[in-house]
């Protein structure tokens, strides 16, 4: 069962959600700021939690954006003609990622996606990721091109 939880829906809805967000964010190394507000980083975004035999077994937080920029890789543009020796090739580990200049369109942005390591490989994220495309703008499936990580 997934569950959304909105930026207006009632206190005790957006406590949990920073509750499960403070595990999430330990598990998952997130920096906690002492000086800022619990609650600061919830406010805005609109939460989906999936719930399997009354526990949260996955997060996603998410909010309206509305422009993104691809990530490109160092070796992006590369044509097929390089001359790299294979040698070089296989150790070569160390890649570069940096974004376009060009924003894309974008109406969905991802801030946090989690799921239990005993509950993954269950497709759990993506109905998350499903559940908030059909969802989080009345009455518009959300395409996947337009929606991004933020």
Known sequence: RILEVRPEDAPQHQKKIMEVK????????????ISEDPSSGVIDM????YISKKRVVGLLMVKRIKRAYELLSSNEGN???????????????????SR???PSKALLGIHQIWVHNSHRSR???????TAARDNF??????????????
């Open 123 to 129: 497709g759990i994220a993506s109905k998350l990721v």
């Open 79 to 97: 044509d097929g003609n390089d001359t790299t020796s294979d040698h070089n090739k296989n150790h070569n580990h160390s890649l570069s990622i």
């Open 22 to 33: 403070a595990i999430v964010d330990k598990e998952l190394g997130f920096a906690n700021r």
């Open 137 to 150: 703008i009345f009455g518009m499936m959300v395409p996947l091109e337009l929606v991004a990580f933020s």
């Open 100 to 102: 376009s200049l060009k």
């Open 46 to 49: 609109t939460s989906y939690i």
